[in-house]
T-cell receptor, first 114, second 112 residues
Framework: GENVEQHPSTLSVQEGDSAVIKCTYS??????FPWYKQELGKRPQLIID?????GEKKDQRIAVTLNKTAKHFSLHITETQPEDSAVYFC?????????????FGKGTLLTVNP | KAGVTQTPRYLIKTRGQQVTLSCSPI?????VSWYQQTPGQGLQFLFE???????NKGNFPGRFSGRQFSNSRSEMNVSTLELGDSALYLC???????????FGSGTRLTVV
């Protein structure tokens, strides 16, 4: 089955700096890659996703890049703010096949220091 | 529009008991999936339902079961509770289970 590795497990940055979180996946059939943000005591919230027919996607300060050949994808947050502090999860899914599930990485605790 | 609603928010149960958790998906979403979240294991897939049919199941013992009703609402049941079942149980809804999953706030289950 699919295996998703996520690095780093913790990341501390200064406000205004950029943050990058990287994930690798094992199943070449995976074609849908979402990122979720989970604040303490709250539900995971979808912040951005990308499908395998796209190499990069941006939404304001957030971007995701995908390298299908290397089977890795990354989350980039620019101009970080204290409210970006949370746990971020990457996930992979074979959304077009018979999988119908998300396989998650272990999460990255991002701390943005004012 | 209303989000994914999970009830109850908190539960405390004793070992050996059974529990039923409920999930109401976003209106129009026909896929409901369930995940267990623990500090040690992270987010792990339990099962997914679409049009009242289970399409996929994760690596959990048979004590974990679920179902989906004709209005797409779903329930999961855990029988013979063990201490290790203490976790946050999250459900996620999606139009067809091919992406765009929205999570509910979860049910925090504590087994004592």
């Amino acid at each position: 089955g699919e295996n998703v590795e996520q690095h780093p497990s913790t990341l501390s940055v200064q406000e205004g700096d950029s943050a990058v979180i990287k994930c690798t996946y094992s199943d070449s059939a995976s074609n849908y890659f979402p990122w979720y943000k989970q604040e303490l005591g709250k539900r995971p919230q979808l912040i951005i996703d990308i499908r395998s027919n796209v190499g990069e996607k941006k939404d304001q300060r957030i971007a995701v890049t995908l390298n299908k050949t290397a089977k890795h994808f990354s989350l980039h947050i620019t101009e970080t703010q204290p409210e970006d502090s949370a746990v971020y999860f990457c996930a992979a899914s074979n959304g077009g096949g018979s999988n119908y599930k998300l396989t998650f990485g272990k999460g990255t605790l991002l701390t943005v220091n004012p | 529009k209303a989000g994914v609603t999970q009830t109850p928010r908190y539960l405390i149960k004793t070992r050996g008991q059974q529990v039923t958790l409920s999930c109401s998906p976003i209106s129009g979403h026909r896929s409901v999936s369930w995940y267990q979240q623990t500090p040690g294991q992270g987010l792990q897939f339990l099962f997914e339902y679409f049009s009242e049919t289970q399409r996929n199941k994760g690596n959990f013992p048979g004590r974990f079961s679920g179902r989906q009703f004709s209005n797409s609402r779903s329930e999961m049941n855990v029988s013979t509770l063990e201490l290790g079942d203490s976790a946050l149980y999250l459900c996620a809804s999606s139009l067809e289970g091919r992406g765009g999953y929205t999570f509910g706030s979860g049910t925090r289950l504590t087994v004592v």
